[in-house]
Structures are given as C-alpha cells and as structure tokens.
C-alpha cells in the first residue's frame, strides 16, 4: 500500500514563497519511483506542473519554469518538494502529488512525464491560493 500526504498549502501574496511537501509511505521497498506535482483550479483539467526522475533529473511545464522547483530530501527520498517563489495569482490551485514505482530506474519522457494517467498513486492535496 502507497500513501502520499501533501502539506505546506496557503494563502500569500503575489509574488511570495511556499515550499509544498508529499510524505510517501510504502510498505513494499526497492521500487525506483516517479514523482510529480500536478495543480487543479476549479473547472480547469488537471495540469503537470514539475516531474522528478529516479535520477532526480526534474522537468517543469512551461507555466512554473524558472519559478518552482522539485527536490527530494537529501537524507530522506520518501519526502519530495516543491518551491514555489514569485507565486502569480494564476498559481492558484490545489496542488497534488503523484507516483508511479518501477523496477529498475523510473524515467517518464515528455508528454507522459506531465500526463496524469502516467500516475498511479496521488495524494489528496494541498491548496494554494494568491491574492494580488
């Protein structure tokens, strides 16, 4: 069983910070993982914001480049990350966490990386909101 809890959600104003976080927890050990961070506003389709590789190699869409990153934790790679910084009020979403585990290395080349049916587990989200 895979669970992914997402933290770290708030309100700011444009052009502030926040640094999401999705704990995952796995009993089965030894899987290589993909990891991503997709953003939902209401009555808008599901959008892939920033994916991760087994070899933390990250890619971002093209509305969040140069403003969010994706990391895991140094010491920890059941923790993933995502910093956002010159948050836009359009950023404004719940944001989730997904998964996908392989055997082996896990890599999803662009479009699946942002693909929502890539993923397997997700989290329940964590919400966003910026005022201008």
């Known amino acids: 069983q895979v669970q992914l809890v997402e933290s770290g959600g708030d309100s700011v104003q444009a052009g502030g910070s926040l640094r999401l976080s999705c704990a995952r927890t796995?009993?089965?050990?030894?899987?290589?993982?993909?990891m991503g961070w997709f953003r939902q506003a209401p009555g808008i389709e599901r959008e892939g914001v920033a994916a991760i590789d087994t070899l933390n190699r990250p890619t971002y869409s093209d509305s969040v480049k140069g403003r969010f990153t994706i990391s895991k934790d140094g010491v920890n790679e059941d923790l993933l990350y995502l910093q956002l910084t010159s948050l836009k009020p359009e950023d404004t979403a719940m944001y989730y966490c997904?998964?996908?585990?392989?055997?082996?290395?896990?890599?999803?080349?662009?479009?699946?990386?942002?693909?929502?049916?890539?993923?397997?587990?997700w989290g329940q989200g964590t919400q966003v909101t910026v005022s201008s």
């Open positions: 796995s009993r089965e050990k030894h899987y290589a993982w993909c």
């Open positions: 997904a998964a996908i585990r392989k055997v082996g290395l896990c890599r999803l080349a662009p479009p699946a990386n942002f693909d929502p049916m890539s993923y397997t587990y």
